[in-house]
């Protein structure tokens, strides 16, 4: 079946700093969204991604989905401390029958040092 | 309501016993999901529904899981003798087909 991966696992940057987590699917994806979490709360939708080799902005979060529609990522530029939790990509596979269903990956965790 | 519900927020049961968890859905979305989330992990897709029918129930782990949306609004995910490995935050969530998902509070079950 579909698998997704995220990595890195875990992620701790200095206030200030940049900060980049990549997600990879075993097939090639109708569609890709970012959620985050923050510590003790629930996925939060952030974005949806249609196109290959779209690329949106939201202030200081820039996403991409790759050009073969396998991949994408979350840039963050000058993280702040609100910028904490955990951020989860999920994909819909272009091979599934079940065209809502969305696999999430495992999650990138997010700490900023003040 | 302004979001998703779930309830009870905690429950606690003894191996063996049955529990039903609720989601109580953003009114006229027509998806509903469920997924179990471990601590650390991504949410694991159980089982979907359209309006009233169950599309995928392909993530539900065993026979002991089961999940209805009997008039497409409200769901109720069951769990038949429950076992310890089944504790987890149960987390459910409502779309509007195809759109970004709203996720509920979850409900942390924990079978002692």
């Known amino acids: 079946g579909q698998q997704v991966m995220q990595i890195p696992q875990y992620q701790h940057v200095q206030e200030g700093e940049d900060f980049t987590t990549y997600c990879n699917s075993s097939?090639?994806?109708?569609?890709i969204q970012w959620y985050k979490q923050r510590p003790g709360g629930h996925p939060v939708f952030l974005i949806q991604?249609?196109?290959?080799?779209e690329v949106k902005k939201q202030k200081r979060l820039t996403f991409q989905f790759g050009e073969a529609k396998k991949n994408s990522s979350l840039h963050i530029t000058a993280t702040q401390t609100t910028d904490v939790g955990t951020y989860f990509c999920?994909?819909?596979?272009?091979?599934?029958?079940?065209?809502?269903?969305?696999?999430f990956g495992p999650g990138t965790s997010l700490s900023v040092i003040p | 309501g302004a979001g998703v519900s779930q309830s009870p927020r905690y429950k606690v049961t003894k191996r063996g016993q049955d529990v039903a968890l609720r989601c109580d859905p953003i009114?006229?979305?027509?998806?509903l999901y469920w997924y179990r989330q471990a601590l650390g992990q991504g949410p694991e897709f159980l089982t979907y529904?359209?309006?009233?029918?169950?599309?995928?129930k392909s993530g539900l782990p065993n026979d002991r899981f089961s999940a209805e949306r009997p008039e497409g609004s409200i769901s109720t995910l069951t769990i038949q003798r429950t076992e310890q490995r089944d504790s987890a935050m149960y987390r459910c969530?409502?779309?509007?087909?195809?759109?970004?998902?709203?996720f509920g509070p979850g409900t942390r079950l924990t079978v002692t």
């Open positions: 969530a409502s779309s509007l087909a195809g759109y970004e998902q709203y």
């Open positions: 097939t090639t994806l109708s569609n």
């Open positions: 991604l249609v196109k290959s080799g």
């Open positions: 999920a994909g819909l596979s272009s091979l599934e029958t079940s065209y809502d269903k969305v696999i």
């Open positions: 009114s006229g979305h027509v998806s």
């Open positions: 529904f359209n309006y009233e029918a169950q599309q995928d």
